[in-house]
C-alpha cells in the first residue's frame, strides 16, 4: 500500500519566510525542500510523481506556489530529485551539507519522533507524533501517534518528513495496514541525490531554449484557475488558452527565462480574445528580477493598460532579466471569467 495520508492533528504553523516541505499538487504527497548552491531543489517518492515529470508545489505561512522540474529518478530507492522554481525557490530553508551523514546514533537513543506534511493546498502545515519501532542502515519504521493513541494512516503523507531529536530522519516512502509507516533515511537519500549535485549540471539549470518568437520561458508560478492552461501559455504550446472565473483579487504569476543568467528583455506582450463570456485584463503590474538565484533584485516597468479589445505590449527599453513577475489587477468586463490566449516575451 502506498503511503497516502492526511494527518488527523491539524497546527497552525508560526509566521515565517523558509519552508522545509511542501505539497504536492491533488494532494498526491509531501517533497523536502533544500537548497544547494543558490538553487532550490525538492526530493520526493518516485511514485508520488510518476506519470509527471513537472508538478505545482504548495506551502503556508504565507501560502506560496512554485512548480518542481524532475530530472532524475531512483526508481529501486522511490526517490525523485526535481528542481523547484517560482515563488518557492525564494523560501528554501536547509542547505544540502546541512543534511546529515550518519543517524545512527540519533536513531539508537531516541524512540520518539514529529511527522510534518502540508496539506489544503498550502494552508497548513501538519504534524502529527511517531514512535520508531524498526530501524535498519536504510529505513526507519515508525507508528504513528496522536496524543498517545495509535492514529490512522490515510491520504497524502507519502513525502511527508519524519524529525528525531530535532534532526531530519527522513521521508514517507510506503505504509502498512496497521498505523505504520516506512520512511527513507535521510542519510541515505543525501548519499543517493549528491551524486546527481555533484555532477554536470542537469538540464533544468540551463538556459531555457529560445521559442521562435523570442527567447524561451516557463511559467513558474500562478495562483488562480487551472495550472496547466498558464503553463499552456509557455513557447511551444501557445494554443492553449487559459480561462479562469475573476474573483476580483489580483490574479498573479511568474515565468522563468533562464535559471543561471541575465538575459536581454526587450518586450512583453499579452493577448486575450474578448467573447461574450470571457473579459481581457485591464491593469496589469510587472516586476522583473535582474539578479541571479542567489541574490534576486526584482525591480517594477512601467506598463500601459490592456486595450478593451485584447492586446497588451510593455517595451523594457532594453533591460535585462531573469525572471519576470505579471500581476492582473482587474479586468474590463468583471462579470465575465478572464481570459488569457498568448504570452509573448522577446
Known amino acids: 500500500m502506498l503511503l497516502r495520508s492526511l494527518f ?17 499538487e491533488d494532494d498526491l504527497g509531501q517533497a523536502l525542500l533544500f537548497e544547494n548552491r543558490g538553487l532550490c531543489y525538492a526530493v520526493l ?9 513537472r508538478v505545482a ?46 543517524l545512527s546514533g540519533v536513531h539508537v537513543t531516541t524512540e520518539t519522533g514529529l511527522i510534518k506534511s502540508v496539506h489544503f493546498d498550502g494552508a497548513f502545515f501538519d504534524r502529527i507524533g511517531a514512535t520508531l519501532i ?4 536504510t529505513f526507519v519504521t515508525v507508528r504513528l501517534s496522536d496524543a498517545g493513541t495509535d492514529a490512522d494512516v490515510i491520504q497524502g503523507l507519502s513525502g511527508a518528513v519524519l524529525s528525531v531529536a530535532g534532526t531530519l ?29 555533484s555532477a554536470t549540471l542537469h538540464p533544468s539549470t540551463q538556459a531555457i531554449g529560445a521559442a521562435s518568437s523570442g527567447y524561451g520561458y516557463r511559467v513558474t508560478e500562478f495562483d488562480a ?18 480561462i479562469s472565473e475573476w474573483s476580483g483579487a489580483p490574479v498573479n ?49 512601467a506598463t500601459p493598460d490592456m486595450s478593451p479589445t485584447g492586446v497588451f505590449e510593455a517595451a523594457t527599453g532594453g533591460t535585462w532579466a531573469r525572471r ?21 516575451v522577446e
Not at 8 to 24: C, P
Not at 45 to 53: C, I, L, M, Q
Not at 169 to 194: K, M, N, P, Q, Y
Not at 265 to 272: A, D, R
Open 8 to 24: 488527523i492533528l491539524v497546527l497552525l504553523a508560526g509566521a515565517g519566510h523558509s519552508a522545509d516541505v511542501a505539497m504536492v
Open 45 to 53: 517518492p518516485n511514485h508520488v510523481s510518476a506519470t509527471k515529470d
Open 57 to 102: 508545489l504548495f506551502a503556508p505561512s504565507p501560502q506560496t506556489v512554485g512548480t518542481a522540474e524532475i530530472f532524475w529518478r531512483d526508481t529501486d530507492n522511490d526517490v525523485a530529485l526535481a528542481y523547484v522554481e517560482g515563488a518557492l525557490s525564494d523560501r528554501c530553508s536547509i542547505t544540502f551539507d546541512a543534511l546529515p551523514t550518519d
Open 134 to 137: 524498526d530501524v535498519d542502515d
Open 169 to 197: 530522519s527522513g521521508i514517507a516512502i510506503d505504509a502498512g495496514d496497521t498505523g505504520e509507516a516506512r520512511f527513507l533515511r535521510i542519510d541515505r537519500i543525501r548519499a543517493l541525490i549528491g551524486r546527481q549535485l
Open 225 to 242: 484557475g487551472e495550472g496547466s492552461g498558464v503553463i499552456g501559455l509557455e513557447p511551444g504550446d501557445q494554443g492553449s488558452t487559459w
Open 253 to 301: 504569476f511568474e515565468i522563468t527565462l533562464s535559471n543561471t543568467e541575465i538575459l536581454p528583455l526587450n518586450k512583453i506582450s499579452i493577448f486575450s480574445f474578448v467573447s461574450s463570456t470571457t473579459t481581457p485584463p485591464r491593469r496589469i503590474k510587472i516586476l522583473i528580477d535582474r539578479g541571479l538565484p542567489a541574490s534576486p533584485y526584482w525591480t517594477p516597468i
Open 324 to 344: 519576470i513577475k505579471i500581476q492582473i489587477v482587474d479586468v474590463w468586463y468583471p462579470e465575465r471569467s478572464l481570459r488569457i490566449d498568448q504570452l509573448v
